[in-house]
């Protein structure tokens, strides 16, 4: 990133919030949603994009979407990658942009402070993820020269995972157990 913080080094916030949420027992965009956008804007991110699919009505309803780039992906039952891929696609979109900040709208414990730490490794290149005592976690930072592959690469449920995997050697993990939690909520 630029020192003087220049519009040409943007990080984006990408709130991934399209599932059913079954053993959940319903969709959780409409709980979660607010809080997961909250994080990503305190936490330095702009444009706020949200990924939504079952409960996008509900979640409309629910929470105060003004100023976020919402997203109906009709395929959100074909799992998270379809989500991931239509979020990247927004966001290329988008100009200004070095790098998005991927965040599952299921985890309540992620906090401004830690996006904010992530955020400090963007750049086009960059590819990072939180952790928590050691043990990778989201969300996850990918700086736009990676967009096209990630994308192409994901599948069904895994989202980036199993390009994250490819580049292992190249991925900055950012410990963040001081500041968040990394849990996800699956069940009421």
Not at 89 to 109: E, F, K, Q, W, Y
Request: contains cysteine; hydrophobic residues 45%.
């Amino acid at each position: 990133m630029k020192p003087d913080g220049s519009a040409a080094n943007r990080v984006a916030g990408l709130v991934l919030a399209a599932g059913a949420g079954r053993r959940y027992g319903g969709p959780k965009a409409p709980v979660f949603l607010g809080q997961a956008l909250r994080a990503l804007r305190d936490g330095g991110c702009d444009p706020l994009i949200a990924v939504l699919g079952a409960g996008a009505r509900q979640a409309r309803s629910a929470v105060d979407l003004a100023g976020v780039h919402v997203v109906d992906n009709p395929l959100w039952a074909e799992g998270m990658a379809s989500s991931l891929r239509l979020g990247l696609n927004t966001v290329a979109g988008l100009p200004r942009i070095s790098a998005v900040c991927v965040h599952l709208v299921d985890m309540p414990g992620v906090t401004a402070a830690a996006v904010a730490r992530l955020r400090a490794h963007a750049h086009p290149g960059c590819l990072a993820r939180a952790c928590y005592h050691g043990e990778p976690g989201h969300p996850v930072l990918l700086g736009r020269d990676h967009w096209a592959t990630a994308a192409a690469t994901a599948r069904g449920d895994q989202g980036a995972r199993a390009y994250l995997r490819l580049r292992a050697d190249q991925v900055s993990f950012v410990e963040c157990a001081d500041v968040a939690a990394g849990y996800d909520i699956d069940e009421q």
